[in-house]
């Protein structure tokens, strides 16, 4: 416990004096921020883990930067996982902890976002670990969650031209105002569940499946900036994701044999009513310490643009995902077979390539960097810990 405040406050400290965004971002790598993706994921992993997140969005737009890491759409999110000892031997059960402080940049605009978060989740496995089935359902874990967030959105600049300062003839007229409105801290709640199991084809050969729902803003906080206007609320937004696991290595038995699976996945964010609907579909290539992954992004309904504008090219958007993960804890492992390697200090990557909507032509695209490293592994003397455990996130460099 003392290992977790030690590093939530250290992660605190480091992005206090970063700058955020107002509306739900989103994440390419959404497995890389599990707990912004579902809430249910929260100490997940048995042990503590420590995630760090940065997405530097549509640079070369005019109204963000022409390179990454030099401002305009920007969300920084870092989250501390603690999974819990097994609660008065209940060994079928599993806690999980997880904070996170995160911070968001609306491009060249002064709107900003910052708030931390508390997340809890509760684990149960319908079917005993212990049972030994060659064929069939053998796993089957139900997980749900919750989080607490307090945000607050802020908006300053030197750059507010007001009615009085316009002249017909002349244009703008003595200098522009420097304005310093907030919100009041406001409460946000997110939710979740999920359900994830193994089938057995036969000894060693199994299909792994996650599928998972979360519903973010329950509680639909009120982010006007002044308090005399209308209520501007947060809509709801929900989101349902799954995937599978499937082995695809060869030379089993083999020196060289190091296992490799293939994972597709889907993902689907619904917003303000229906009226926004955002899909991802892809696949990852999973192997021990390293991963590549394909995905292809688009949104509905597909409404004729408002405006005709070449820098946007239209309200619709498609996007390709790539990207890649390695274990840096592996690489420098030297001397042993790739397999048998250390584990649990991941990095990953990936680059958004617009295809239509915010083009080529406008946006170079959108760049994700994470880092998720193991702190410590958790010591209990629970019987079945390991066995509960569907995605082991030390060693495997995607979870979920």
Known sequence: ???????????????????????????????????????????????????????????????????????????????????????????????????????????????????????????YA??????????????????????????QSSLASGDFIFSYQLDPVTGVVGASKIIDVATGPYMNMNIGAMVRGSWNHGLQDYTIFTLGASLSNVNQPNVAFDEESANVVLPRRTTLHMGLTRRVSSMKGTRAYTPTSIAPQFRWDSQLGGKFNLYTVGSYLLGKGHYTGIFYQFNTPRRPATNTGNPIGGRNSSTLIMSYGIDVRSLLDVGRRWRDRATGWIVGFSYDLPLNGINASSSVGTIEVNCRIMLADLKSKCRILGKNELYKGATCPVSF
Do not use: H
Not at 13 to 30: T, V, Y
Not at 48 to 55: A, C, D, E, K, S
Not at 130 to 151: T, V
């Open 1 to 123: 416990m003392v290992l977790l405040l030690r590093s939530f406050l250290f992660v605190a400290m480091i992005l206090a004096g970063a700058q955020l965004l107002g509306q739900d971002p989103f994440f390419s790598q959404f497995y890389a921020n599990r707990v912004y993706l579902n809430p249910a994921y929260a100490g997940l992993e048995a042990g503590t883990q420590l995630i760090l997140n940065y997405r530097d969005q549509w640079f070369g737009l005019p109204d963000a930067t022409s390179m990454p890491f030099q401002g305009g759409y920007r969300t920084y999110n870092a989250t501390l996982n603690q999974r819990m000892p097994c609660f008065k031997d209940i060994e079928r059960a599993t806690f999980g902890i997880a904070g996170s402080v995160f911070q968001d940049e609306t491009g060249a605009a002064p709107l900003k976002t910052t708030g931390v978060g508390l997340a809890g989740a509760f684990e």
């Open 126 to 151: 319908f079917i005993n670990p212990d049972l030994k089935i060659s064929n069939g359902l053998s796993r089957l874990d139900m997980r749900m969650g919750a989080q607490l967030s307090f945000m």
